[in-house]
Antibody, heavy 119, light 110 residues
Framework: EVLLLESGGGLIQPGGSLRLSCAAS????????MNWVRQAPGKGLEWVSA????????YYADTVKGRFTVARDNSKNTLYLQMSSLRAEDTAIYYC????????????WGQGTLVTVSS | QSLLTQPPSASGAPGQRVTISCSGS????????VNWYQQLPGTAPKLLIY???RRPSGVPDRFSGSKSGTSASLAISGLQSEDEADYYC???????????FGGGTKLTVL
């Protein structure tokens, strides 16, 4: 069974930094691209970032480019999202999701971790 | 405003058939596969339809997807109360090199 468990969320002041983690199990982690998707309170889904299985290729939404960095440690089966220069509009539940075939087919999702940016 | 346009709401009575549309452009739906996600209240999204019209294991055949040109549709037949959820379409956009989601459609079972 595929399991994705996010952690690292919390309350952070504007301008601050936070690192999210996503621990994966139940599949060969290095074989699959991974994504971060967020959902602001009461809003729809917004794709944030993706990373290839090897970690060589990364992709970002314009809203986070230059502020967020996606990375993975395949030896630890863990995905990361380093977030800096956080803004109020970054407040959301952050989900990690496994990509079935690098086509944006997000076939497994974690339960999400809440990030609140507020003073 | 999302690059993929969905109606904000849809509704139907139990047993009826409803369809949810998703309109995009040549750089996303026109050139790439469309996937659909179901998000039940208070839960994480779940893959419902992938590669335009395929159902993951465990998804009832009441759910079906289709794509034509720069638009896609999700159909739900034999509507049930447990289908009440938010539904999102998604596709990769080749011009922006990003994954885009539709704004979501809230389905109400009357």
């Amino acid at each position: 069974e595929v399991l994705l468990l996010e952690s690292g969320g919390g309350l952070i002041q504007p301008g601050g930094s936070l690192r999210l983690s996503c621990a994966a199990s139940g599949f060969t982690f290095s074989n699959y691209p991974m994504n971060w998707v967020r959902q602001a309170p009461g809003k729809g889904l917004e794709w944030v970032s993706a990373i290839s299985g090897t970690g060589t290729n990364t992709y970002y939404a314009d809203t986070v480019k230059g502020r967020f960095t996606v990375a993975r440690d395949n030896s630890k089966n863990t995905l990361y999202l380093q977030m800096s220069s956080l803004r109020a509009e970054d407040t959301a539940i952050y989900y990690c999701a496994k990509d079935l075939a690098a086509g944006g087919i997000l076939d497994s999702w974690g339960q999400g971790t809440l990030v609140t940016v507020s003073s | 405003q999302s690059l993929l346009t969905q109606p904000p709401s849809a509704s139907g009575a139990p047993g009826q058939r409803v369809t949810i549309s998703c309109s995009g452009s040549s750089s996303n739906i026109g050139d790439n596969i469309v996937n659909w996600y179901q998000q039940l209240p208070g839960t994480a999204p779940k893959l419902l339809i992938y590669t335009n019209d395929r159902r993951p294991s465990g998804v009832p055949d009441r759910f079906s997807g289709s794509k034509s040109g720069t638009s896609a549709s999700l159909a739900i037949s034999g509507l049930q109360s447990e289908d009440e959820a938010d539904y999102y379409c998604s596709a990769w956009d080749d011009t922006l090199n990003v994954l885009v989601f539709g704004g979501g459609t809230k389905l109400t079972v009357l």
